[in-house]
Each structure stands twice: as C-alpha cells, then as structure tokens.
C-alpha cells in the first residue's frame, strides 16, 4: 500500500474514533441526585425512569453527551428538539428531563461554564450538535 493510502487510512481511523469520549457512566440516581431532583418536585422513581430512558433511547441516536457541558435551562430545549426522533412521550420526555437537571445540579452544581441556552431559550444547532456524533 502506498503511503497516499496509508495517510487516508489513517485520517479515516481518525475520523472514525473522534466522536467517541472518554469512558464514563451517567450519574446513578444515588442520595444526591434524589435530594436535587427533589427541589424540583421530581421522584426517585420518575429520576429512575429518565435515567434509564437516558441510557437507553438517546444511544439509539448518538453518543451520550457528557451531562455538565449544557446548563440545567438547556436541557429541555436539547431534549425537546430530539424527542420526536426519539419517540418520546410526554411523561417520558418530562422524567428525562427531570433526571438530566437533577444529575447535573447534584454533580457539578449551578456551575456557568455549561452551553447556556439563548434569552429565547434556544440552543444554536451548531452548539447542541457538535459534541454528537449521530448514527446513521
């Protein structure tokens, strides 16, 4: 093989694993997340159910975003955007974005260095995406 190949090869591998981060697990809905969930009327059992959905529907998609890179506002826009593709109901939809708040709070508190949303709320599609990598 010439090394013209071995270089695109190379930049294909590259391209292939960048999306991928680093190992790490979502927050287990554990004493701290309860008590943070709890502060926005949010139920162990309704953290449960987002967390699972968490795990479970949003890989059908992409790659699991690391929760602290949005602030807690952000989320049900983020969510929001991606429910119809993800097929969720309210209720659902509701227990993700409850868990995906209350993890956060409970992990890296009201901390600003996050991806804010704008003043209307919304997130520019190139901020919320770009740490995505979508499945085909």
Known sequence: MNSACQALNAIGCLALFSGCQASWAPAAVDAAVIRAGAAHRSEEHMLQEGRTLFVSRCLECHTLPVISKYSADAWPHLVDKMAKRADLKPAERNALVAYLQAAREAKVGTSRCAIPAT???????EQHLKPLTLKA
Request: without cysteine; aromatic residues 0%.
């Open 119 to 125: 003043r209307s709320g919304h997130i520019p599609v």
